[in-house]
Structures are given as structure tokens and as C-alpha cells.
């Protein structure tokens, strides 16, 4: 008897450490990946495009509307752009029509607007869902990973900066505007890098 407890004792404890090794999403300490140069996204033409493309550049990801009360936080965001664009910084915007229907046009519709009202010049993709079941991947990284504040993205204009190695690495909730001295210091330090 005591020896098949050793037995099972030595077997537990070998499956343990070879399947925590192997597979630590199978244990309860779950990895999470911070990364996001693995997903592709689709352009404005609804091509595909994959992250991996920016790495070495230093990203902020956000979802925009056209209709929001945050919608002037466009011109801040090309403020940011103009002023870093030359270190390496890119903008990658996501309209979302997700609060309030704030995003109905279409991908043409939505070029135009940007362009007219706020001579947008950093990069704008094809509408994308960053609520519910049907979430872009992309978004379900951005907001499930270890680093930032975890949950749901809560209104539009809500941004999350990206390393040079595309590491999740800030959150600024909607209300934060791009040219704050809290998103301008973040940015500072990751291009600097």
C-alpha cells in the first residue's frame, strides 16, 4: 500500500510539472499573450493585414466614431501623429459602431469624414465589433491580457499603446485625451526606446 502511494505521489507530481511546462493554460496560473503581432486585422478595402508588419514601431490602437461626443479627440490623435510619426509612432484607428450607433457610414464614408473635418492621416481599418461574442480577436487581446486593466472597452476613443516588439503595454480610457500629458509621457518613453 505504501509504495503505490509513492507511486501515484511520484506520477501526480511528474504530470504536474510536465503539463505545467507543456501546457500552463491547462493549470489555473493561465499565461495570457500580450502580444499582438500574431493577428491580422482588415485595411479599409477589406484586405487583410497583419500586425506583424509594425513591428518596430511604436502603435496606438483605437476605436473611433464619427457621431461621439469624444469624435473631436480626432484632431488630438493627429496632433500625436504629426509630432511622432518621424520616431517610429503609428496610429492605427478601428471604427466601432458598438455605443449608441455612433459609426453607421460606410468604409468610404468614413475616410471622408475623417479627411475633411480633421485631415486624418494615420491609418484607418475596416469597422470592427470590440463588444460581445463576436469581438475582434484583436480587441479580445487588447482587452484580456496581463498588463493593462482588464474588461470591456466602455465607450469610444478608448486607446491602448503598443511597444516597438508589439507588447500591449497602457491603457487610457476614453475620457483621457491623446495629447494628455499622461499619453504623451508613455509615448515618449516607447519611442525613445
Given amino acids: ?31 495570457m499573450n500580450n502580444n499582438i503581432l ?9 484586405k487583410d493585414v497583419k500586425l506583424e508588419t509594425y513591428k518596430g514601431k511604436v502603435l496606438m490602437i483605437v476605436n473611433v466614431a464619427s457621431k461621439c461626443g469624444n469624435t473631436p ?27 449608441g450607433s455612433q459609426e453607421p457610414g460606410t468604409n468610404d464614408e468614413i475616410v471622408k469624414f475623417c479627411t ?24 479580445n487581446r487588447l482587452i484580456n491580457n496581463d498588463v493593462t486593466e482588464k474588461g470591456d472597452v466602455k465607450w469610444n476613443f478608448e486607446k491602448f499603446l503598443i511597444d516597438r516588439e ?3 503595454v497602457a491603457r487610457f480610457r476614453d475620457k483621457i485625451k491623446p495629447e494628455s500629458e499622461e499619453v504623451i509621457q508613455a509615448i515618449e518613453r516607447l519611442v525613445k526606446k
Fill in 73 to 99: 479627440q480626432y484632431k488630438g490623435l493627429q496632433t500625436i501623429y504629426e509630432k511622432y510619426k518621424n520616431k517610429g509612432f503609428e496610429i492605427l484607428a478601428f471604427p466601432c459602431n458598438d455605443f
Fill in 1 to 31: 500500500m505504501r509504495d503505490k502511494k509513492i507511486f501515484f505521489a511520484l506520477a501526480f507530481t511528474f504530470f504536474f510539472v510536465v503539463s505545467h511546462h507543456i501546457y500552463p493554460e491547462r493549470i489555473g496560473d493561465k499565461k
Fill in 116 to 139: 475633411s473635418n480633421y485631415n486624418v492621416s494615420f491609418k484607418l481599418f475596416d469597422k470592427i465589433k470590440v463588444l460581445g461574442n463576436d469581438r475582434s480577436p484583436l480587441y
Fill in 38 to 46: 500574431d493577428i491580422s486585422v482588415k485595411d479599409m478595402d477589406g
Fill in 166 to 168: 508589439g507588447n500591449i
